[in-house]
């Protein structure tokens, strides 16, 4: 398949390496990943915070990007964004006037691997204590299911903790960390307090975001806890050690 990686302004900011993963892995399992450099953001900041005019700017850009490069599928190691796309540029283009204009599908990578690939076992292989956190958008908006915990499941060497009251959000919620601070920071406390439980040497989402905000928790503690996101665990080091 000609796929194309949108890696989402988040990752490509703060966490490059999860794109990279995203291209290894995508490679190994024999298809085609192109990456195109024109890209920016989806908009779902800006839409969720009422900048509607600015949002659909974004929503255009993106639909310019991806819908002329004869490719199968949009694939991105953002379930927030993935989400954004397909529940919000519709609502986008309407509120502005407009019909959405037709795309490629676009999946969050562990639904690409699951549901349009088939597969699960990647030939992944990760010898630590995993736990694996739900997160919101992942969990309510896409529906994601058991898929990252299949993929998980099948990683050799990797052992899966459970996280208690896993479903429960971290706090981070896009704007919502910074415009309620008190609340995000309470949030935080409970889901470290219930991943240092697991005893996990590493804590594993389908979002970076939601990954930083309890990566930052984690650090503060001083807990040794580190944050991965699942394609850098699926993918493999990127020097193949």
């Known amino acids: ?52 005019a600015e949002a659909a700017a974004l929503a255009s ?29 519709a609502r986008i283009f309407r509120a502005a006037g407009r019909d959405a204009p037709p795309l490629p599908p676009v999946h969050e990578l562990t639904e690409f691997l699951v549901d349009v690939l088939g597969v699960t076992d990647v030939g992944a292989s990760f010898p630590h204590r995993v736990a694996y956190h739900p997160t919101c958008h992942a969990t309510r908006a896409l529906g994601a299911g058991d898929r990252p915990l299949r993929l998980l499941r099948a990683v050799r060497s990797l052992e899966l903790a459970e996280i208690p009251a896993a479903d429960e959000c971290c706090g981070f919620g896009g704007t919502f960390a910074l415009k309620n601070a008190d609340v995000s920071v309470a949030l935080v406390a409970d889901k470290v307090r219930h991943i240092r439980a697991t005893a996990a040497d590493v804590v594993c989402a389908v979002d970076n975001s939601c990954l930083a905000h309890i990566g930052g928790a984690l650090s503060r503690l001083r807990s040794g806890v580190r944050v991965l996101h699942l394609a850098d665990i699926l993918a493999g080091p990127e020097d193949g050690a």
């Open 1 to 52: 398949m000609r796929v194309a990686l949108f890696v989402a302004c988040y990752n490509d900011a703060l966490f490059p390496a999860t794109g990279r993963a995203v291209v290894r892995l995508l490679e190994r399992l024999g298809h085609q990943v192109v990456f195109p450099a024109a890209q920016t953001c989806c908009g779902q900041m800006h839409w969720s915070t009422g900048y509607r």
């Open 61 to 89: 850009g993106f639909a310019e990007v991806f819908s002329g490069g004869g490719f199968d599928a949009v694939v991105t190691p953002s379930a927030s964004c993935a989400a954004a796309v397909r529940r919000d540029h």
